[in-house]
């Protein structure tokens, strides 16, 4: 929910492809603690200065597609990719239902009726044989590879694989073996009801890629237009942080969500371990929550060692420093093997919630509005109306219309909630 959500970050300017944002506030929902907002943000890249795309696209269109937010709604979305395409761009289509086949060879992007005319034919029907889809999408995009652009599969499915390689372990094994060939994959996932995340999302992460779910056609503009770069030109890939916090001043930390992209912390130095990509403009949020150093907070525990000292497992130095914390971080150039390492302290004041910026704000509303919804243990004092006003002050210019949407989304779930209770 948080990364649905842009930020006013500030555009890289030095040798790396991103830059990085850090700001800490008093935590919202728990006044004891902080809250730790970084940033990253994508080099922009104008549109005509991308390089030449060559994409497959790889369409399901089993019987599990035929309901009215599935293949017409993809048909649309579509529609709108295909008019941002350039004449040095070029296009395949690959289907696959009970069989995997190529209904259109790759195609210039000028050629806008052609592709669409593929697009328009197809229809739903039949078993969903995603496996063999993905070789042969593999297959054409390396068949027409051009070196130095953008080779591209972009896979739009409701994830409902069965029949073929259709277990996640496969899937994994599969991805992993064509990734090394220079060829990326993007994930659109459309449908309701049967709709196979944790498949989509296999791909997409192992695949060098990125998923988006898109359930209305305003949805198919913000991933397919409005973040075109983003969603299709990889600027590093593998990219990967690590935190290290400065004991005299921070006792615990919680990172809230991103419970599926956790890494051990040896993994931080291993090249060979894979990560998530960043594209051209795109930004990643990340929201700790901190417990002071100091504070009588009780925190979970290990049993007294045996053999030593808890305290002489770790050593801290410049215990004494104006540091909070210290941000690394590890990624690859698109086209490399060896990650390039860069760090950034973090050190100043705590400022209050009201005196922190917008991104800040907003970002915590939206973690307010998530944990009230799951329930979540950690929620503290958070209430729906708290967290409205919080976004309410801080929506910004909001162009788009995204954060006032979520601001809605907010007083609908007050009123359920009162309407339940006065059942």
Request: charge should be negative; proline fraction near 4%; aromatic fraction near 8%.
């Amino acid at each position: 929910m948080i990364n649905y959500f842009k930020y006013d970050y500030p555009e890289p300017t030095g040798e790396h492809p991103f830059s990085v944002y850090t700001e800490m506030a008093v935590c919202p929902w728990n006044t004891n603690h902080y809250l730790l907002h970084v940033g990253l943000k994508g080099k922009s890249i104008d549109k005509s200065s991308l390089p030449p795309s060559n994409i497959v696209f790889l369409l399901d269109v089993s019987g599990s597609m035929s309901s009215p937010n599935k293949l017409p709604l993809l048909k649309s979305a579509f529609g709108l990719l295909v008019n941002e395409l350039r004449p040095q761009d070029k296009v395949a289509i690959v289907v696959y239902a009970g069989a995997a086949g190529l209904v259109l060879e790759s195609t210039p992007g000028n050629k806008k009726e052609t592709i669409m005319a593929a697009i328009d034919n197809l229809e739903a029907g039949g078993s969903t044989a995603g496996g063999e889809g993905l070789k042969l999408a593999y297959s054409e995009a390396q068949k027409n590879f051009i070196k130095g652009g953008n080779n591209r599969i972009i896979l739009a499915t409701d994830g409902d694989f069965n029949v073929g390689e259709s277990s996640n372990g496969g899937m994994e094994r599969l991805i992993e073996e064509k990734r090394e060939e220079g060829v990326f994959i993007t994930v659109l996932g459309f449908g309701m009801g049967n709709i196979k995340d944790d498949k989509m999302e296999i791909i997409a992460d192992k695949g060098n890629g990125n998923y988006s779910y898109i359930d209305n056609l305003q949805e198919a503009r913000k991933v397919l237009v409005r973040e075109f770069g983003g969603t299709l030109f990889t600027i590093a890939k593998d990219v990967k942080f690590q935190i290290e916090f400065n004991p005299s001043r921070i006792k615990a930390y919680r990172l809230i969500g991103y419970e599926n992209r956790i890494l051990n912390d040896e993994d931080f130095n291993d090249d060979k371990k894979d990560a998530g990509e960043m594209g051209a403009g795109h930004n990643v949020t990340a929201l700790y929550e901190l417990i002071p150093a100091g504070s009588d907070e009780r925190i979970p525990s290990v049993d007294p060692l045996k053999y030593q000292k808890n305290e002489e497992k770790i050593t801290p130095t410049n215990v004494n420093s104006t540091e909070y914390l210290t941000i690394k971080l590890r990624y690859k150039k698109p086209d490399g093997n060896t990650s390039i390492l860069m760090d950034k302290p973090v050190k100043g004041s705590v400022s209050s919630i009201d005196d922190a910026s917008d991104n800040l704000r907003f970002a915590a509303a939206v973690s307010e509005f998530g944990m009230i919804l799951r329930n979540s243990e950690f929620k503290g004092n958070s209430t729906l109306g708290g967290a409205s006003d919080l976004a309410r002050g801080s929506r910004g210019a909001d162009e788009d219309g995204y954060r006032s949407e979520l601001i809605r989304l907010m007083g609908t779930v007050k009123d359920m909630k009162v309407m339940a209770e006065n059942k």
